[in-house]
Nanobody, 124 residues
Framework: QVQLVESGGGLVQAGGSLRLSCADS????????MGWFRQAPGKERQFVAA????????SYSDSVKGRFTISRDNARNTLYLQMNSLKPEDTAVYYC?????????????????WGKGTLVTVSS
């Protein structure tokens, strides 16, 4: 059974930082790309960042480029998202996901497995 568990969310002031983690206890992401998506209240789930399975390629949405950094530690089966210079519009539930392929996947339809999400709230 797939188990992706996100952690690290919370309440932070605008301009602050958070680091999200996604533990892949079943090693589902072996040889697969991974990504972060987010969903704000009343809005559709949107792409945030993606990384290939070896970590050599990354992709970011324009809204987070230069502020967020995605990384992974395959030895620890863990995906990370370092979020700096947070803005109130970054407030959302953040989900990690495993792609169907080994490369970069930037759409929800290209993802195979999902975590249950962690809430990030940025106050102004």
């Amino acid at each position: 059974q797939v188990q992706l568990v996100e952690s690290g969310g919370g309440l932070v002031q605008a301009g602050g930082s958070l680091r999200l983690s996604c533990a892949d206890s079943r090693r589902t992401s072996s040889n697969n790309g991974m990504g972060w998506f987010r969903q704000a209240p009343g809005k559709e789930r949107q792409f945030v960042a993606a990384i290939s399975w070896r970590g050599g390629s990354t992709s970011y949405s324009d809204s987070v480029k230069g502020r967020f950094t995605i990384s992974r530690d395959n030895a620890r089966n863990t995906l990370y998202l370092q979020m700096n210079s947070l803005k109130p519009e970054d407030t959302a539930v953040y989900y990690c996901a495993v792609a169907r392929s080994s490369g970069i996947a930037t759409t929800a339809g290209a993802m195979h497995y999902w975590g249950k999400g962690t809430l990030v709230t940025v106050s102004s």
